[in-house]
């Protein structure tokens, strides 16, 4: 990954299903379904629909099919076999999109779009037969089925309205049905034998014997073409059809009567309609990327939604971190509102606006079109979350804002202002905000007005302006930390501060352009102002003036959005660039080029994710902050970077396991994006620097785990020390005896017996040795003067070993391996490097043998030396602290002056 972008790609959430039917397994008591999202596949167990596995293709899905462990999908022409994220086999195509997948024992047929079907061995990927004589003309392939007990045959439909039954085996027709005057679109297995369903593109449903070559039921499903079939096996005759319209009717087999009708459903035509085996589960999945899952226990029939997984139904536009538990708002072109979690998906719903489904039926509409119209800007304060509502939205061509309850997910009765008139007059809500402490909302309108309301009575308290805060349309509005000022930005180019407590204007800033967009971070008073002219302009509230200028995007700018700590800013254009700014510089710190634009941007509250929603797509991208988990060189983009372009950065369009579903499904892999995260950590962690000069003082790159607790470790020992003796178990089991070391690595013991007859069998003491490998290491260093192989052998030792091996420092031979270690601890001062590895061993060291060195006449000049250099070195550290405190200071009073 390039050095300049700072964000590693995560994860997507909001992505359920697409447009491909999925499939449906069965594993012991539970029930799985494989739902395929862009080029990646999501498992969910229905017991929960919680989502336990995703494996990444990488191209896009267009046929899936499970077997045993193993998932089959399809992309452009070709198939390949998944066992979780291993592509255990590939089936090579000929050029050809493939429509359908069908496991047949040990076969694998696959249907193309150039009406060919070919069968694959499962294990070898060999061709087992072609079947490519049909004529497009007379006879076009449309779907496949093996009917039970049928040994070796393939039911085949056809656009021209026939069935054809075919041995696999021999290629050969066996029988041609009659033609039902009407396109094939599916089959299904009855449960009765010899019986398949058929569906036809004219909306009949037909029952069909396949001995007798007669329809035993037909069924006429109003809406259009039959798009799947399915089968209740828990006892009731119920047969569940539905069409492109995304209606479902259930049908009585018994009766052959329409039972019910669930025409609400999904919001367009469903992907795919399956009763689980066994169970009065009807699972469905539409093109509205939702997965629901309905029980039948009501006297009518008529299913009830029991669980549910969803995202949006159009791309999202606006996204809004809420809290600290790592949840955010999203709105999108679905006229939705959705809470979304980083951590579980689980969580995620949509807050209600209403009983639509009943309004709808009341009034002859749609829920769709019940809902309301498309939002254009929201801000939400969690402080008051239980006590009223505490968001507040502004929606296009409304006239007022309207306030939703986080706490109980839905739609308040109140709204602040508007009303007919003021509708009549196109004037409508364009901006709002929230106050720090929850209890207040400033809103901007469309003629310029702007004004101030209690969110919990609704009632207007302040009005800026006699004749409108602006001339023209409010296009931002914020209120600072201490409700004090309120800040305005219009079209006319201009910024305005108002007093809260008179309502009075109290400065007009005039900028070079229309002002689009205004985000206030209250921590410093610095507002984000941005412009028509693509440019970024921080204006500090205190000195009245811009104190910072961004200038890069090449496009319109849709959002920005402050780090909590508030020295970077994120910018989203659509140039398809984000850009991240570092406010005290000044200059672009990072920037990559994503695929499509990003919509919006967010960041948690501790910079840890950043989310990003894009432009024609229905998942929101979710980035790690890399900075936090790696050691990256945070250095401003140089112009030679800049004259190359953005790197490229592919966006994390597939999901994940949550961090909590994780846990509770153990056999959740990590997904390949966190793989490549860790993988980079480990890169970056275990890569050695050169100081950039002989005089600096340079640090060893090991993450703090690996020293800063070493001298702690009796501490943690006491904490940890288990409560209850530990009882040895009666037949203790075998190990193998393992390597200290970070690395896993078995101790394999010599055979004492081997070469005993080249040996002399007199012992010779000479060869009896008691120093240790961090000993012999620590002697050869010190008599070669160079002690990278002692250095080499400390970074790879767990803390533990450290601890041990200086604790064993012997005081024989008047100190000597102390003498030694001594000079290690002044070589490494001296060098300059590792220098915090330096600081903890001798903590270490000091800490154990600092009497018995007290006491040594003979080590006195090397402690001295030691220790003179010590207090070189921080002397050294501390003037550096000291020079950058005054320059900080000193800018800082070049700012308020």
Known sequence: MSSTVLLQPFRAVGLVTSHVPFALQVKGNDHFVTTTVGDAFHVYNCKKLNLVFVGQVGKEI??????????????????????????????????????????FGNQLLVLYADNTIKGFDIATAEVAFNMNDFDVMEYTLTSMLHPSTYLNKLLIGSQQGSLQLWNIRTQKLIYSFKSFNSAITCLEQAPALDVVAVGQADGHVRLHHLKAD?????????????????????GPAIMATTNTLGTVALWDLDTQRLVATMSECHDGSLSGLKYLPSRALLLTAGQDNKLKLFAFDSADGTGRLLRHREGHSAPPTKLRFYNDQFEFLSAGSDHSLRMFSVLKDERSVELSQGSLVKKAKAKGMTAEQLKLPLLSAMSAEPVRQGDWDNIVTAHANMSGARLWSYEDK???????????????????????????????????????????????????????????????????????ALNTICLTAGADCKLKIWSLETGKLKTVVTFPTELKQLVLFRNNNLAAVVGDDCVIRLFDVETKRVVRVFKGHDNRITDVAWFPDGRWLVSTSMDTTIRIWDVPTGRLLSWFGVAEAATSVTVSHNGEYLATSHVDSLGICLWVNRTLYANVAVNAVTPEELAQGPPLVQ???????????????????????????????????????????????????????????????????????????????????????????????????????????????????????????????????????????????????????IDLEIRSLSEANDLEQMEWFIAFLVHSLSSQRNFELAQAYMDVFLTCHGQVLGRSERLRPQLEALSELQDECWLKLDSQYQNALCMIEFFRSMETS
Request: aromatic share 8%.
């Open 214 to 234: 007669r329809t035993l039921i037909k069924f006429h499903h109003d809406g259009g073409p039959i798009t799947a079939i399915t089968f209740r096996t828990d």
């Open 62 to 103: 267009t046929a899936i099919t499970c077997s045993g462990p193993t998932t089959f999908v399809s992309f452009d022409d070709t198939v390949a076999a998944y066992q979780r994220e291993r592509r255990e086999q590939e089936y090579p195509g000929h050029g050809s999109m493939v429509r359908q997948l069908l496991v």
């Open 410 to 480: 839905k739609l308040s009765q109140l709204r602040l202002g508007g009303n007919k008139q003021m509708a009549s007059k196109g004037v409508f809500c364009t901006a709002v905000a929230t106050s720090a402490c929850g209890n207040f909302a400033a809103v901007g309108r469309s003629n310029g007005s702007a004004v101030y309301y209690n969110m919990q009575s609704g009632r207007l308290r302040k009005t800026f302006g006699s004749n409108g805060a602006h001339d023209g349309i409010v296009t931002g509005i914020a209120v600072d």
């Open 651 to 801: 966006l994390p369009m597939y999901g994940s396991a949550s961090v909590e579903e994780a846990e509770e499904d153990k056999e959740t892999e990590p997904t390949e994006a966190k793989t490549q995260a860790m993988e980079q950590e480990t890169d970056d962690t275990t890569t050695s620097l050169e100081p950039l000069d002989d005089n600096l003082i340079t640090l060893s790159n090991l993450p703090k785990s690996r020293w800063v607790n070493l001298g702690k470790l009796e501490q943690i020992r006491n904490r940890n020390r288990a409560s209850e003796t530990v009882k040895a178990p009666s037949t203790a089991p075998f190990f193998l005896s393992t390597v200290p070391g970070l690395e896993m690595a078995f101790k394999l013991d010599e055979d004492p017996l081997k070469d005993i007859d080249k040996q002399s069998r007199v012992l010779n003491f000479g060869k009896v040795g008691t120093a240790s490998a961090f000993q012999q290491k620590l002697q050869q260093g010190f008599e070669a003067n160079d002690y990278s192989e002692l250095l080499d052998a400390l970074k790879s030792m767990g803390l533990a070993a």
